[in-house]
DNA sequence: ACCTGAACACCGTTCAAGT
DNA sequence: ACCTGAACACCGTTCAAGT
């Protein structure tokens, strides 16, 4: 399932791909294929072995990311009520867009991938889970799923950083009152 | 102001490269420069003479529908209590998103671009004038603006056409709920 | 097995030459 | 004044040739 052979180069190349379209993104945002391949002192093609899809690349560059923020979840819901809970999630979800905006961006498409194989991801499991005590107590309406959630912060990856300060955690609020169970 | 010379064929082939950038987008979605020029029997030079961006032409092409959109608001607000006016309008929005996907991302940058000129445009005023009442009357939270429902109602135009019907609308009254105030 | 990089495809954009 | 379309620039993607 694992260990795959022959690794001594190839995993080498593979691992130096990824940091370097890491640094590159940190920097700059943008991500042009073969400007990392280059950077990163392989040919194109050995890039496009490793990850067929631009996608796969985001993937394993930001898996640390989603990693942590899918562990999140329930460590918030072990502290507090779950609609604090969900608010405490989405301050972090916050936090890391601002810092990688690619990380939402690579989230959303993660989800929206995993949808279509009959499963909501990590990301949209840890949204499920937050969800679903908020609705066991009451606090939360019954009529919402993780992929409702997922369209309406997507915001946070279209907002330019001159008005983050001003509207991102705002908007948030505003969305936490939209999930609400009314009176 | 207007009225300008030898339009004689300059406007001829204006008008025709707005007609074929319709033609295009309600049959594909897509919007590659060169043909539209070539499908509209223009060298591409002439093309970006009338068009210097990409998004003038788009927002040539979505003016009608801009404008009806913009007109709709203070219609609504004649018959209804605002709330339920910006209900109705939001649902005339969504109207507009399903048939024409460019619609609204046309009006998120031709808003977005206003903005940095110190106008909200005609889209952005016409959220202001349902907000507005809505505050005077109570009903809606006093610190939204134009922008935060711009960027929450943008899950529109990244919505699958088979989600539509099931998410749409549904999405719309969380949002207005969050933008009620509470209590 | 894995890698390289020339080559191809595709688009947007410009500009010298035409009328 | 306005138009044309060859030409350039830029990127993503493939694949024959190498090790």
């Known amino acids: 399932m694992n260990a795959p052979r022959r690794r001594s180069d190839a995993a080498e190349n593979r ?11 940190a920097n700059s945002d ?47 819901l072990a502290e507090h009520e779950p609609l604090k809970a969900l608010a405490c999630w989405f301050n972090r979800v916050a936090d890391y867009a601002r810092i990688k905006r690619g990380v939402f961006a690579a989230v959303e498409t993660a989800v929206w991938r995993d949808l279509s194989a009959h499963s909501l991801g990590p990301i949209g499991d840890a949204v499920t889970m937050l969800l679903a005590a908020g609705k066991a107590d009451g606090t939360i309406r019954a009529d919402v799923d993780a992929r409702d959630v997922i369209l309406l912060i997507g915001y946070l990856s279209r907002l330019d950083e001159t008005e983050w300060d001003t509207r991102a955690r705002h908007l948030l609020s505003i969305v936490l009152d939209g999930l609400r169970r009314r009176e």
Chains 1, 2 share one sequence.
């Open 15 to 25: 691992a130096r791909i990824i940091e370097t379209a890491r640094t590159v993104i």
């Open 30 to 76: 943008e991500l042009r294929l073969n400007a990392i391949a280059k950077q990163a002192g392989v040919g194109q093609g050995t890039l496009y072995r490793h990850f067929p899809t631009r996608d796969d690349l985001l993937a394993e560059v930001y898996r640390n990311d989603v990693e942590q923020l899918v562990a999140a979840a329930p460590a918030f």
